[in-house]
């Protein structure tokens, strides 16, 4: 009922998806080599848009949307956008506290 809160939503799950991907990865490294080093981002990028595709997978597989509405594409992508910039927040808040 609420047209915006889906992105919110989306966005925040990138955001805990980001973190939990930057705690996973920093014990892999003695410390990072710089502010936004390069396997954080790819493990951040990569956990977020594997999640948020799960995500969608779910919502079409429990009748949540359906592909053959007209906002199916650009909402789906909306989404995995939002997951995306989610997980960059997080990386961007630990980049600039270190």
């Known amino acids: 009922t609420v047209p915006w809160f889906d992105l919110v939503v989306h966005a925040c ?4 998806v980001g973190f939990l991907a930057i ?3 920093t ?20 956990a977020s848009l594997f999640v948020g ?3 969608e997978f779910f919502e079409y597989s429990f009748g949540v949307t359906f592909i053959s509405s007209v906002n199916y594409v650009p909402d789906t992508l ?6 995306i ?6 990386l ?3 980049g ?3």
Request: proline fraction near 2%; avoid cysteine.
């Open 23 to 25: 705690w996973i990865d």
């Open 92 to 94: 961007a808040y630990v």
């Open 53 to 55: 595709l799960l995500w």
């Open 13 to 16: 799950g990138g955001i805990t």
């Open 78 to 83: 909306g989404d995995l956008g939002m997951d």
């Open 85 to 90: 910039i989610g997980g960059l927040l997080s």
């Open 27 to 46: 014990p892999l490294q003695d410390e990072f080599a710089s502010r936004f080093s390069l396997s954080s981002f790819i493990m951040v990028i990569g």
């Open 96 to 98: 600039l506290k270190k």
